[in-house]
T-cell receptor, first 114, second 112 residues
């Protein structure tokens, strides 16, 4: 099993550009989440999903969109990148219905917006 | 609503010394608590979790944590640290929909 795979690992964007951060998991987990990590602020939840076709907003959703068309994939879209979105982004998945509380994290995408 | 407070942003300690990383939480639902470790330029790895039962939870790499309901704490401890334990440690509490709320992290720096 590959676990949670995020691509790309690094990305530089210009202000106003759009892009999609990819996230895929092969553990058949129902729950998936996107977090951003900023120095001194821990991890903050952007969006999450409890299953295919179901998504909801987290703590800091503005400027980001998500969709969940399959159990495996949960892409995060930046609509119009801003310098405030410079951060490290983590995707995570879990399966609490099978006792799998606690998320498995990907290795992260480091995004810089200039 | 859930929240987590990690009281120490940095904890320096000498190798082979004991360490405690503090975490206090608040939760309006059943309390499920977690500690994660993040090594430089890596993702987060689950160290241990408390779901129910014994209040002393043992995790990987010799770490353990004690759930204290009356003090709303979940402090992480290790009796003897190694240089390889240098990392950032995050405490988290589960909320509705299996969402995790994280603390701001504690940087553990182990010195020779």
């Amino acid at each position: 099993n590959a676990g949670v795979t995020q691509t790309p690992k690094f990305q530089v964007l210009k202000t106003g550009q759009s892009m999609t951060l990819q996230c895929a998991q092969d553990m058949n987990h129902e729950y998936m989440s996107w977090y951003r990590q900023d120095p001194g602020m821990g991890l903050r939840l952007i969006h999450y999903s409890v299953g295919a076709g179901i998504t909801d907003q987290g703590e800091v959703p503005n400027g980001y969109n998500v969709s969940r068309s399959t159990t495996e994939d949960f892409p995060l879209r930046l609509l119009s990148a801003a310098p405030s979105q410079t951060s490290v982004y983590f995707c995570a998945s879990s399966n609490p219905e099978r006792g799998g509380y606690g998320y498995t994290f990907g290795s992260g995408t480091r995004l810089t917006v200039v | 609503a859930q929240s987590v407070t990690q009281l120490d942003s940095q904890v320096p300690v000498f190798e082979e010394a004991p360490v405690e990383l503090r975490c206090n939480y608040s939760s309006s639902v059943s309390v499920y608590l977690f500690w994660y470790v993040q090594y430089p330029n890596q993702g987060l790895q689950l160290l241990l979790k408390y779901l129910s039962g014994s209040t002393l939870v043992k995790g990987i790499n010799g770490f353990e944590a004690e759930f204290n309901k009356s003090q709303t704490s979940f402090h992480l401890r290790k009796p003897s640290v190694h240089i390889s334990d240098t990392a950032e440690y995050f405490c988290a509490v589960k909320g509705g929909g299996n969402k995790l709320t994280f603390g701001t992290g504690t940087q553990l720096k182990v010195e020779l």
